[in-house]
């Protein structure tokens, strides 16, 4: 009998239910001119130490989140042909960097999330000090792989004021060749001191037809459910995969 892997097993506070998690995405439906922004910024050297995605749920801020983190990890040097000759920030899925991020056990990268409470057999309500300070511990390690070093926070909204403040003094001080992405529903809302300290990128809402090809990618139920459904569906979602699904 083939064993569950842990996201079979457990919930995933990040990842919507019957749907692929972000990680797993090979695609970026929409959003170029964000994408572009990033690869530029990093291809130029002028990649700010922490970036805050903001946008409405279901647009793609975590897929990008992890696209972003996957090609910097795999193209550790800004300068290489790689990166200069790069179109956007794919990154092909047997890559070792692209391997081991997608089974979370990439040693120079943090997921910071609302985590499963075996205790309780649910979900934390938010996201705890200590969460945050274990996912932080990847930026006080030398690179194993010499690159940077890079946690995403999904989501800013389950932050707590601890955990927040925890998260704020290292988006003060960080290290050298560390990258911190920080995925937010509302990020007007988010601590004003670490909105400051971020470079803040805004994903707006999709067209109908990005919906519809985002919905299709997400394969199996969602795309059996007909073309005209799908359609039918986006033009109520209000740019939202999520709300379409």
């Known amino acids: 009998m083939k064993k569950k892997t842990e ?39 002028r990649l700010a130490h922490a970036w805050l995605i903001g946008g409405p749920r279901g647009v793609g801020k975590a897929t990008l989140a992890w696209r972003f983190a996957r ?5 550790p040097d800004p300068a290489a042909a790689a990166v200069r000759e790069a179109r956007d ?33 649910k979900l934390a309500s938010e996201i705890s000090v200590e969460a945050v300070r274990l996912g932080l511990q990847v930026f006080q390690l030398s690179a194993a792989f010499g690159g940077w070093r890079i946690a995403i926070v999904d989501s800013a909204e389950d932050l707590n004021r601890n955990s927040a403040n925890a998260l704020l ?18 990020p007007g809302q988010v601590l004003a001191t670490i909105r400051s300290r971020c470079r803040r990128l805004r994903l707006d809402p999709l067209t109908e037809d990005e919906i519809v090809e985002a919905t299709i990618s997400l394969g199996s139920p969602w795309s059996d459910a007909g073309q005209d459904k799908i359609a039918a569906a986006a033009k109520r979602a209000n740019g939202s995969v999520r709300e379409a699904r």
Not at 71 to 75: D, G, H, K, S, T
């Open 89 to 121: 920030l794919y990154v092909e899925p047997s890559r070792p960097a692209a391997r081991l991020v997608a089974q979370l056990a990439h040693p120079d990268f943090a997921l910071i999330r609302r985590e499963w409470q075996p205790a309780t057999k």
């Open 7 to 45: 996201d079979e097993e457990f919930p995933e506070s990040d990842a919507l239910a019957d749907a692929p998690h972000p990680r797993h995405a090979r695609t970026l439906v929409g959003h170029k001119a964000a994408e572009a922004e990033m690869l530029g910024a990093y291809r130029e050297g």
């Open 169 to 186: 003094k290292m988006v003060e001080e960080p290290p050298q060749r560390s990258l911190i992405l920080i995925v937010s529903h509302r």
């Open 71 to 75: 090609f910097v990890l795999a193209n």
